[in-house]
């Protein structure tokens, strides 16, 4: 069955970079942020309800909704942030559609990359054979999105602001990959990380990912307390 590795990371920590290299080694991969743009497209439901909640001026001369306006009405603002989730629909059924896809369509040799920021809280990873996250130093991550983004340093922080620390994500991964170096050492620290992984499946020693576990202390957690507010 094909091997399915959860990828997650907050911003400018670099995994994108990480499915580019593991790509190019012959994986299949799913970008979740852009299936959900897919999701909000002109003329679907969920872009009527986006426009409704946040205004025309959210969308751009091309009809599309401008993703970097948008985000600068919801990061860092939990209450708005919500708003959108809502509107958008069913991001998980989307993700776990893919995931099902692959399953059935693909070989036992074959791998699939599914990436996605909030993967670990989300529930992605539930999916997964194995959840790989990626992390940096936070002054790195600051100046990677103020070079690479051109983002304002109140748009950097408002968008660091919106993230988990990857300290809170490790406890749910099965490899942490951290990159606070040079682009060359993160690439050659995921080709060795990647053929490690490999030579265990192929053998049938991978073990099952700890994401499991952690998932259900974590939705027994949330029921709990869903639970304690409504007494």
Same mark, same amino acid.
């Given at each position: 069955?094909?091997?399915?590795?959860?990828?997650?990371?907050?911003?400018?920590?670099?995994?994108?970079?990480?499915?580019?290299?593991?790509?190019?080694?012959?994986?299949?991969?799913?970008?979740?942020?852009?299936?959900?743009?897919?999701?909000?497209?002109?003329?679907?439901?969920?872009?009527?309800?986006?426009?409704?909640?946040?205004?025309?001026?959210?969308?751009?001369?091309?009809?599309?909704?401008?993703?970097?306006?948008?985000?600068?009405?919801?990061?860092?603002?939990?209450?708005?942030?919500?708003?959108?989730?809502?509107?958008?629909?069913?991001?998980?059924?989307?993700?776990?559609?893919?995931?099902?896809?692959?399953?059935?369509?693909?070989?036992?040799?074959?791998?699939?990359?599914?990436?996605?920021?909030?993967?670990?809280?989300?529930?992605?990873?539930?999916?997964?054979?194995?959840?790989?996250?990626?992390?940096?130093? %936070? *002054?790195? $991550?600051?100046?990677?999105?103020?070079?690479?983004?051109?983002?304002? =340093? !109140?748009?950097?922080? @408002? #968008?660091?602001?919106?993230?988990?620390?990857? %300290? *809170?994500? $490790?406890?749910?991964?099965?490899?942490?990959?951290?990159?606070?170096? =040079? !682009?060359?050492?993160? @690439? #050659?620290?995921?080709?060795?990380?990647?053929?490690?992984?490999?030579?265990?499946?192929?053998?049938?020693?991978?073990?099952?990912?700890?994401?499991?576990?952690?998932? @259900?202390?974590?939705?027994?957690?949330?029921?709990?307390?869903?639970?304690?507010?409504?007494?």
């Amino acid at each position: 069955m094909v091997l399915v590795i959860g990828v997650a990371g907050s911003i400018a920590t670099g995994k994108s970079t990480a499915c580019e290299v593991i790509v190019s080694q012959g994986a299949h991969h799913c970008d979740a942020d852009r299936l959900v743009h897919r999701l909000y497209d002109r003329g679907t439901d969920a872009f009527d309800r986006i426009v409704t909640i946040f205004g025309n001026e959210i969308v751009g001369d091309d009809g599309y909704i401008d993703r970097r306006i948008l985000g600068g009405k919801v990061f860092g603002k939990p209450e708005e942030m919500n708003k959108l989730t809502t509107a958008i629909g069913s991001i998980s059924d989307a993700v776990k559609g893919v995931v099902n896809e692959w399953r059935e369509t693909l070989g036992p040799d074959d791998v699939a990359l599914m990436e996605a920021v909030n993967l670990i809280e989300a529930g992605y990873g539930q999916w997964c054979d194995q959840v790989w996250l990626f992390a940096c130093d %936070e *002054d790195i $991550a600051r100046q990677r999105l103020a070079a690479r983004n051109q983002l304002s =340093t !109140e748009e950097v922080e @408002k #968008r660091l602001a919106s993230q988990r620390s990857w %300290e *809170d994500r $490790a406890i749910a991964s099965d490899i942490v990959m951290m990159n606070n170096g =040079t !682009e060359d050492d993160f @690439k #050659r620290q995921v080709r060795n990380q990647y053929r490690s992984i490999i030579q265990l499946a192929q053998a049938g020693e991978l073990e099952t990912s700890k994401y499991n576990d952690w998932w @259900k202390e974590y939705v027994r957690e949330r029921e709990a307390q869903k639970t304690e507010s409504s007494d």
